[in-house]
Structures are given as C-alpha cells and as structure tokens.
C-alpha cells in the first residue's frame, strides 16, 4: 500500500514539473551547491560530485575543463540506462528555492525521457523539462518548495524510463539558491501541496495523473492498473469489516 502511494507521488511529481520555465534566477543569492561549476577537483572528477549508472558500465563520464569554456560533465550513454551526476544536499523547512543548470545534447534519443536536472526529497521527483535529439546549451530551472524533510538530491543526466538508449548530454554552471515567492508564470512545485493534492484525489485522479505521467510507459501501465484494483480492494475490505457489530445486525 505505501509503495503504491509513493508510486503515485512520484508520477505526479514529475507530471506537473513540466512547465514555463523561469525568465531569470533570483539575484544576489547564494549559491549553496559546493564546486557548482565543477571549477575544483582532482583526477577525473570534481569535487563534490558524485555519478550514478544503472545498469553498470551503460555509460561514461567525461569532465572537461581547460578547453577556454566553462568546465562542463559530459554523460555518454550506450544502451537504455539511467546516468546521472549527484550532489545531496541539505535544505531548510517550508522555504523557496530556486534550481538550475545549463544543459545540451547530442544525438540523444527522441523516444523515452531526455536530458534533464531534478530535485528529489524523500522518494518524491520534481524535473526540468527535458531535452531531446540535437541541442544548443539550454537553461532550465524551477522553484520548489520544501516541506518537512530537509534531505534531499540534486541530480542531472539521463533517466532509464522509456525506451531512450544512446545520447550524449552535458551539464555545467549548475545553481541552487534560496528564493522568495516566485513569480507569476514561472515553474514552480510545492512538496507540501503535492502531498495534499494526492491525499484528496478521488481514486480517478490519481489514475489520471498516472496515466498522464511520463513515467506511465507501456510497461507500466498493467502495473498502475494493476495498484489500483489493490488500493480499491483493500479500502472496500476495511469499510466493510471496520464495525463487525453493523456485519452482526444485517445478519440477525
């Protein structure tokens, strides 16, 4: 039961996280991400950031740096994968933020989910809007609003969703910053009101936010059909049996 509520949290999320896009990140404000223009580190790989491949060895990270642009973390995927390059983060309760990266591909697959930046607290995902084929360096950004839990994890690249295989991205002068109220027009994702919203859903909406999600891909769809026949079943056997004093009238 709480895996198929978290399911439907994240569908949800990633659903309405596609929308008009920023004009501008919020001035004078501090950026909290450590080396997030990858400026800093060792060997081959900045510091502060970590990588994450599924399955092993679908994919490679290249950092490039020195080239007379800014340093910038090429992902090169060979097969269906998800790619991603990582920081966690700690975040403060009930506050506005405002996240955003530079990001470009190559050759990168039009089928499945695309190149894209995301914030994720607890198991709940909010995205950029994600880049496809052949394109130029794109910012993209949203503000997000915390809730009641302050950990979380900022991540680019390539999501495994879908039926995407081979692509190449790149990511550079990645930001996070505090923020005040957004304004009007501009992405913007609240943790709290997700959870409200999906608690008040009628079983219907949830199953259209499900099936509307990019997640939703052909195999998933018994799947999602599938939780839900269980979440109804379950309800309707715990109305009935929540009183066995009512059951023992109807029978006398």
């Known amino acids: ?35 997030p223009d990858f400026k800093l580190g060792k060997g081959d790989f900045p510091d502060g950031w970590g990588s994450s491949v599924s399955p092993d060895g679908a994919a490679r990270f290249i950092w490039h ?37 530079d990001l470009r591909t190559e050759s990168s697959s039009v089928s499945g989910l695309g190149a894209q930046m995301e914030i994720s607290i607890g198991r709940v ?20 609003k915390t809730a009641d839990r302050s950990d979380g994890v900022i991540r680019c690249g390539f999501d495994q969703a879908g039926r995407a295989n081979a692509g190449r991205m790149f990511v550079r002068k990645l930001s996070l910053t505090r923020s005040a109220v957004p304004p009007p027009g501009a992405a913007m994702h609240d943790f709290a009101s997700l959870h409200e919203d999906w608690k008040g859903a009628s079983p219907t ?48």
Request: glycine share 6%; charged share 20%; net charge positive.
């Open 125 to 144: 995902i909010f995205t950029t809007s994600e880049l496809k084929g052949t394109t130029p360096w794109k910012t993209v950004g949203f503000y997000f």
């Open 205 to 252: 909406k949830r199953a259209q936010w499900l099936m509307q999600s990019p997640l939703a891909s052909r195999w998933s769809i018994p799947a999602i059909f599938s939780s839900l026949i269980v979440v109804l079943v379950v309800g309707w056997r715990m109305v009935t049996s929540a009183d066995p004093c009512v059951s023992d009238k109807r029978r006398g």
């Open 65 to 101: 740096r020195d080239t007379g642009e800014p340093p910038s973390i090429e992902i090169v995927r060979t097969q269906r994968a998800e790619a991603k390059v990582e920081q966690s983060v700690n975040l403060e309760l009930s506050t506005w933020y405002f996240l955003s990266a």
């Open 1 to 35: 039961m709480k895996s198929v509520v978290i399911g439907g949290l994240v569908a949800l999320a990633v659903l309405l996280s596609f929308g008009k896009l920023p004009g501008a990140s919020v001035p004078n404000a501090e950026n909290i991400l450590l080396n």
